[in-house]
Nanobody, 128 residues
Framework: QVQLVESGGGLVQPGGSLRLSCAAS????????IGWFRQAPGKEREGVSC????????YYSDPVKGRFTISRDNAKDTVYLQMNSLKPEDTAVYYC?????????????????????WGQGTQVIVSS
């Protein structure tokens, strides 16, 4: 059974940085695409970023493009989300998700419905 554990969330001032981690257990990340999503109170879960397993292509939603960077370390079975220049509107619970590698995922990664395995989430609060 795929298990994902997020960590690294916390309280940060606007303009600050955080690095989230998504650690996999009971499976190896080598053959999985990994996505990051977030959900703010009263809002739907939205795709933030995705990294493919086959070619390490990366994808970002427009609100985070240029500020967030996704990366993976397959040796550690961990995916990271480096978040810089944080804004109050980035406040949300952040989730990572895994799905067996698929060419089609690069077109639909932003939809939570295509991801089969999820972590429990980590809270990020951006506030002064």
């Amino acid at each position: 059974q795929v298990q994902l554990v997020e960590s690294g969330g916390g309280l940060v001032q606007p303009g600050g940085s955080l690095r989230l981690s998504c650690a996999a257990s009971r499976f190896t990340l080598d053959y999985y695409d990994i996505g990051w999503f977030r959900q703010a109170p009263g809002k739907e879960r939205e795709g933030v970023s995705c990294i493919s397993s086959s070619d390490d292509n990366t994808y970002y939603s427009d609100p985070v493009k240029g500020r967030f960077t996704i990366s993976r370390d397959n040796a550690k079975d961990t995916v990271y989300l480096q978040m810089n220049s944080l804004k109050p509107e980035d406040t949300a619970v952040y989730y990572c998700a895994a799905e067996p590698a698929s060419y089609q995922l690069r077109f639909s990664w932003h939809s939570s419905a295509v991801w089969g395995s999820w972590g429990q989430g980590t809270q990020v609060i951006v506030s002064s």
